[in-house]
């Protein structure tokens, strides 16, 4: 009996369970690990200098969302937040600002995005220069940010109906 408790075949599926669990762990966005989170936000137009198209994440600390890429990152202060959009497109009072864009937001119509919402859109004011921060997410990795958006901000993100969240 002894025997068949240590038996050869038993250790093997204890280690092969062992070795699932630590990869399974380590795939995991849980872990922490950089390399295991997929970057879910593209930066497609702003007045931050970032490369155009730099794919990130964002990440929402107690005084700040954090937007980071390759390309550098982009700290905004919940209290500097004037607007906060989530569109299929990119809205007309948007595109029209008057800021020094560093990469100019391409215009589409309203229904490039069909009936998905796509760009999440953040005005801010830092030292009383207007910034502008559009991000294009796709809904099922936005809709756990709207309601920690709008509790850390106390502002209401803008988001266009025919989204079912």
Same mark, same amino acid.
Request: one cysteine or more; aromatic letters at 10%; charged letters at 20%.
């Given at each position: 009996?002894?025997?068949?408790?240590?038996?050869? @075949?038993?250790?093997?599926?204890? $280690?092969?369970?062992? @070795? %699932?669990?630590? &990869?399974? &762990?380590?795939?995991?966005?849980?872990?922490?690990?950089?390399?295991?989170?997929?970057?879910?936000?593209?930066?497609?137009?702003?007045?931050?200098?970032?490369?155009? @198209?730099?794919?990130?994440?964002?990440?929402?600390?107690?005084?700040?969302?954090?937007?980071?890429?390759?390309? @550098?990152? *982009?700290?905004?202060?919940?209290?500097?937040? !004037?607007?906060?959009?989530?569109?299929?497109?990119?809205?007309?009072? %948007?595109?029209?600002?008057? *800021?020094?864009?560093?990469?100019?937001?391409?215009?589409?119509?309203?229904?490039?995005? $069909?009936?998905?919402?796509?760009?999440? !859109?953040?005005?801010?004011?830092?030292?009383?220069?207007?910034?502008?921060?559009? &991000?294009? %997410?796709?809904?099922?990795?936005?809709?756990?940010?709207?309601?920690?958006?709008? &509790?850390?901000?106390?502002?209401?993100?803008?988001?266009?109906?025919?989204?079912?969240?």
């Amino acid at each position: 009996m002894l025997k068949a408790e240590h038996s050869p @075949g038993r250790l093997q599926r204890a $280690g092969l369970l062992a @070795g %699932v669990l630590v &990869l399974a &762990l380590t795939a995991s966005p849980i872990s922490g690990g950089e390399e295991s989170v997929r970057s879910q936000f593209k930066y497609t137009g702003g007045t931050e200098i970032l490369p155009e @198209g730099c794919e990130g994440n964002l990440e929402l600390r107690p005084e700040f969302m954090a937007f980071t890429c390759r390309g @550098g990152e *982009v700290s905004v202060p919940y209290s500097s937040i !004037t607007l906060m959009q989530y569109r299929s497109g990119i809205s007309w009072h %948007v595109r029209h600002l008057k *800021v020094p864009w560093k990469v100019r937001p391409v215009i589409f119509p309203q229904v490039v995005g $069909g009936k998905k919402n796509r760009y999440f !859109t953040v005005i801010y004011r830092l030292e009383s220069h207007p910034h502008v921060l559009i &991000l294009r %997410v796709h809904p099922d990795a936005m809709r756990p940010y709207l309601a920690e958006l709008d &509790l850390r901000s106390q502002k209401r993100v803008e988001v266009q109906s025919y989204e079912e969240y």
